[in-house]
């Protein structure tokens, strides 16, 4: 028997079948949107201060700050701004009320200061910058380094890392990049990583002692993996500097995230 379908069965069928396919150009789109970089352009702010009235700038307290301030990003800048805040005010350390701005925080330094560099010969500073470390698509790293000296052999440098989703328009941290219930082995492996740099060191069991392992919030994605950054007399004493650890990517995989695996995409380490 020969069936008859009808033009509505037909108009039926191809307007289905065409809003199917929009469906899934739309979410190709999407997809694409998610993936591409986006645009960011910013520009450098500074704020520089000197104790009033001394004879030569070069032995007078100062105060330089300068940083990153992102077009159209209110909700990164408001994140830098609050970082460099903290660590200026030695990150919650100080029994001082905390200051809500770097005007502020500069001039009671020099305040502080002013009588007491007297004693000393050499300047006594408090430095701020920040500044782009990498970009890997939307994911940008952004290294906020402070800097005090009020005497003695040397001052106090301090280093925090800022991960900042661009499409998302929000803090990435490591919690957020290692897969729910992977945090074990991820630490594992960086206790790893940290033995073969001990072994780099030439160090001897007294140091291994001395500096056991630490866990870090500060990180950051490479071609060639996961680095954890650890400031100053964290890992080691002041002479061996910074230190940074890396989980090679090829360990990574089921333990980050897939939309954090380190590939080749574009990027600038």
């Known amino acids: 028997m020969l069936q008859v379908t009808s033009p509505r069965k037909r108009l039926f069928g191809n307007g289905l079948l065409i809003s199917t396919m929009l469906l899934l150009v739309l979410a190709g789109c999407e997809r694409d949107s998610a993936t591409e970089p986006m645009a960011l352009t910013s520009q450098t702010e500074s704020l520089e201060m000197t104790a ?6 070069d032995d007078c307290a100062s105060v330089m700050i300068s940083r990153q301030v992102f077009a159209d990003r209110p909700a990164l800048n408001d994140a830098v701004y609050e970082q460099l805040l903290q660590q200026l005010q030695g990150n919650g350390e100080s029994d001082d009320t905390p200051l809500d701005s770097l005007d502020k925080v500069a001039q009671k330094f020099i305040e502080d200061t002013a009588a007491d560099s007297e004693i000393s010969a050499a300047r006594w500073q408090l430095n701020g910058n920040v500044k782009t470390l990498a970009r890997r698509g939307n994911l940008l790293t952004l290294a906020t380094s402070t800097y005090l000296y009020t005497g003695g052999a040397h001052g106090m440098p301090v280093t925090r890392w800022l991960n900042w989703d661009l499409a998302k328009d929000s803090r990435v941290t490591l919690g957020d990049v290692i897969v729910p219930g992977q945090e074990k082995n991820f630490w594992k492996m960086a206790e790893e990583a940290h033995l073969q740099w001990l072994d780099t060191q030439n160090a001897r069991d007294d140091f291994r002692q001395n500096w056991p392992f630490a866990q870090t919030d500060d990180f950051r994605l490479t071609e060639k ?18 230190v ?6 090829e360990k990574l995989a089921g333990v980050i995230r897939e939309p954090y695996l380190p590939d080749t995409g574009n990027h600038s380490d």
Do not use: D, K, Q
């Not at 940074?244 to 990517?249: D, N, S």
């Open 225 to 242: 993996g996961l680095i954890l950054f650890y400031g100053v007399y964290t890992l080691g004493p002041y002479s061996m500097g910074e």
């Open 52 to 57: 009033p009235g001394c004879a030569s700038p």
């Open 244 to 249: 940074e650890l890396t989980i090679p990517r």
